[in-house]
């Protein structure tokens, strides 16, 4: 199964950015479908974007989109979520996921913190 660790999370001002990195081992990244979701405090988690197992489909949610990149590179076994124009309301603990049939896995979370 795949596991899964996310970096490149921390402390950042309004309108600044991130690039948050989800290392991958144990299994084939190019076998999974992979995401980027995030949980602030007292709200449910939620999808921020997703890209397709080669990489050549995303979706993003609309309060990211024009903001947020998520790309893969299945040589290094690493999905990343390249985050513009931040904003206080993208604080949250970021997590990466990856699916394929009948398996889903989650890393432990990173968080991003977006205060002046």
């Known amino acids: 199964q795949l596991q899964l660790v996310e970096s490149g999370g921390g402390l950042v001002q309004p309108g600044g950015s991130l690039r948050l990195s989800c290392a991958t081992s144990g299994s084939t990244l190019e076998d999974y479908a992979t995401g980027w979701f995030r949980q602030a405090p007292g709200k449910e988690r939620e999808a921020v974007a997703c890209?397709?197992?080669?990489?050549?489909?995303?979706n993003y949610a609309d309060s990211v989109k024009g903001r947020f990149t998520i790309s893969r590179d299945n040589a290094k076994n690493t999905v990343y979520l390249q985050m513009d124009s931040l904003k206080p309301e993208d604080t949250a603990v970021y997590y990466c996921n990856a699916k394929r049939t009948f398996i889903t896995s989650w890393g432990q979370g990173t968080q991003v913190t977006v205060s002046s």
């Open positions: 890209i397709s197992s080669s990489g050549g489909s995303t």
